[in-house]
């Protein structure tokens, strides 16, 4: 019912940036929260970044002032700006919506979109 493609990975060099998108389709009424995860090899999958549908955003530790959440409401689409890029940010980034399906019913679902790579490596 609902497609999340997600797009910009790729490999980098230390210092570098990469700007992923997640554009979210199919029977969407509406998106509350978006949030971008990533999982590294041997590692649980962790929160990197989420926003609410109000613009408030929500980052973990490890990324604070190196990568911004944002999203396009028109395009129900989820950005991650990712700046001064780490070795250790190396994973597959996800990313991940909340979705009210219809107007009849306040019941909501999460999706996930198909995982894309980042690797920084020099």
């Known amino acids: 019912q609902v497609q999340l493609v997600e797009s910009g990975g790729g490999l980098v060099q230390p210092g570098g940036s990469l700007r992923l998108s997640c554009a979210a389709s199919g029977s969407i009424f509406s998106i509350n929260a978006m949030g971008w995860y990533r999982q590294a090899p041997g590692k649980e999958r962790e929160l990197v970044a989420g926003?609410?549908?109000?613009?408030?955003?929500n980052y973990a530790d490890a990324v604070k002032g190196r990568f911004t959440i944002s999203r396009d409401n028109a395009k129900n689409t989820v950005y991650l700006q990712m700046n001064i890029l780490k070795p250790e940010d190396t994973a597959v980034y996800y990313c991940n919506c909340n979705v009210r399906l219809s107007v009849w019913s306040a019941r909501t679902s999460d999706y996930w979109g198909q995982g894309t790579q980042v690797t920084v490596s020099s």
């Open positions: 926003i609410t549908s109000g613009g408030s955003t």
